[in-house]
């Protein structure tokens, strides 16, 4: 016996994401609004329409997953130079993880702080990373998947990043580090390679 199930009626498409400011920055947490019934439950990761109202400048060209397999795993700090910056929404649909953005445009009001949130399947938020800032992650679970949808393609050429424990951003990560990749282990100092992090801005 096949079971109707109710409709959900025509709500404004404002009313399916709520789009809230982290600090002063143009970084957005992204909460969808979650239609829940006898199976399990649906929800939006992207609207044209939504972030064309919330003067969000995203669409996506790329989507990425990735699975992790171990608590206290960090992937990142990664980040696309110019002229091929990429921005981001980011999900966590499996696990939790503690995520971390960080503003590497000179000038801006918080260049180079960390921005952190935790993220996880069950909260169903969702993070948008502007072009210009780096984007990591730790895991606090094993079994940890994170979907992105990507405002620009991925050229090898223009990928770059810093590492984890770079003492121009002093990000703090709560968990016991796990594993990193050896290619996360071998970026290069910020300080002195990446404009606004002059040489002695240790
Ligand atoms: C990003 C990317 C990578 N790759 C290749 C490059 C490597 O051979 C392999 C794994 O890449 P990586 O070790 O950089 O994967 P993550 O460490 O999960 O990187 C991602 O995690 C951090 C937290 C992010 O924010 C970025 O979206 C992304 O950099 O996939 C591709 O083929 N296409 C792509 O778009």
Redesign the pocket.
């Known amino acids: 016996m096949v079971s109707a199930l109710a409709g959900t009626g025509d709500a404004p498409p404002s009313s399916e994401m709520t789009i809230h400011a982290i600090g002063n920055t143009d970084a957005r947490l992204i909460s969808p609004r979650v239609h829940r019934d006898g199976r399990g439950a649906f929800a939006r990761s992207w609207s044209a329409d939504i972030f064309s109202a919330a003067g969000i400048d995203f669409t996506p060209v ?1 989507g ?1 997953v ?1 699975f992790t397999r171990r608590r206290g795993v960090i ?4 980040f696309q130079r110019d002229p091929w910056p ?1 921005a ?1 929404i ?1 999900r966590c649909s499996m696990g939790r993880i503690w995520d971390v953005i960080v503003d590497l445009r000179p000038g801006s009001e918080q260049f180079g702080q960390p921005q952190v949130r935790e993220l996880s399947c069950e909260s169903w938020v969702m993070l948008y ?1 502007p072009p210009g800032f780096a ?3 730790q895991t606090l679970t094993d079994h940890v998947i ?1 979907e ?1 949808l ?1 405002g620009e393609r ?1 050229v ?1 050429s223009a ?1 770059d ?1 810093f590492r984890y424990d770079d003492p121009a951003v002093a990000v703090r990560w709560p968990e016991p580090i796990s594993s990193i ?1 050896a ?2 282990l071998k970026w290069a100092p910020l300080a002195g390679r990446v404009s606004g992090f002059g040489s002695n801005d240790q």
């Open positions: 790329q990425n990735s992937r990142g700090m990664h990429d981001k980011v990373v984007h990591g992650f994170v992105y990507m991925y090898p990928y990043g990749s290619s996360d």
